[in-house]
């Protein structure tokens, strides 16, 4: 029996609505599906043989068809991060030259990264943090390398710090169109699972993503997909240490070289039921899900907005992610908005990132989400905003359902 104090009546408490689950609505990690979040708790078995080691090569063969290539799939024991590093490590050498695609944040910390391991990085600039990278500066910038010095062009297809997308196709057209032989490695950390991503249709050499974001998992899984091209630069990339090297990982050996030692089990078998997840529902569907979803968020913002109030971050609608939208705030407080959503009703909202932080947040609506989940969010959101006595240009929850409804009413396919 619970003590029956005082406090039962409550007196000595506030009153709070945030019972109930939280929702979680960061750019990652994301809201887990419980299937994958049961898997998490069986027993870890034999790692030497038998069903992990099944589950091991299953899902190495199964990964390449989440991003559509041929390539290689490798699995890190990391976050993001560690990805970036394998990806690196294994393709490049000490002075060799890359060019980063400056979309926001996630771009110049991965640049950092390779500058940090001895890589000359130079940074292909944005026209500005609220438009898409223009993939024309980099085909000039290609053009004036006649002796192709540089080895690879690296890009975040959304940054994650404002939900700016960039045009993949652009970025390898203007590559093409300079005949360079640049490698393209993809930061698909906040797009894989998320939005339509198609690495050999792309003509990506590598792609790097991780378990928490649109592949519903927990964090703790980083993966790699490498072309033929990248995986022929292993031979002669010197900045790989023994952990991140694809050499041993790739030789046919016991599986547990697939992750330089023993497996992560419960990551795995969390993998396998998200990977099953996103099988049975189908890539295109899943895509379909995040565009309609997104669309609904964007709507809604769209619908708030007053001059000195929210807007969309990025103000080209073909530059704006299907994963997460970062929204300006204006004159108005985000920290205190993004508390209030907090403590009074239990919504998680992504902080700002970048010089505009305190007038930002960013929705994440990235993996496990339908829309219960999102239209509660934004509802969630348009009462907090309310509360405080923002100006709202109408109801975005009304524009947001609209969206879904137009969508629920489209014949099945
Ligand atoms: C989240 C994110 C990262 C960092 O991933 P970690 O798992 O935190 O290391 C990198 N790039 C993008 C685009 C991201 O969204």
Sequence with gaps: MPN??????????TFSLRQGRNMLAIPGPSVMPETVLAAMGRPVQNIYSGEVEELSFSLVADLPRIVRTEGEAFVAISNGHGAWEMAIGNTLSRGDKVLVVDSGRFGLLWGAMCETMGVAVEFVPSPSPRHPFDAAVLADRLAADPTHEIRAVLVAHVDTATGVRCDLFAIRAAIDASNHPAMLFVDGIASVGCERYEMDAVGADVTVA?????????PGLGFVWASEKALAARERADLVTPFWD??????????????????PVSHLYAMRVALDLIEQEGLEHVWRRHEVLASAVRAAVDTWSTEGGLELAIVDPDGRSNAVTGVLTGS???????????DGANLTLGIGMG?????AFRIGHMGHLNPPMVLGTLGTLESVLLSMGIPLGG???????????QALAEPAV
């Design 355 to 359: 010089d505009a932080a305190d007038f």
């Design 332 to 342: 108005i407080d985000s920290l205190e908005l993004q508390r209030r959503c907090d």
């Design 210 to 218: 991780a378990s928490q974001k649109g592949l519903m998992a927990p």
């Design 395 to 405: 109801s975005g929850v009304a524009a947001a359902a609209a969206v879904i409804g």
């Design 246 to 263: 694809w050499v041993p990982r790739r030789s046919g050996g016991p599986h547990y070289l697939l992750f330089s030692g023993t497996p």
């Design 4 to 13: 029956q104090s005082s406090s039962d009546t409550g007196s000595d408490k």
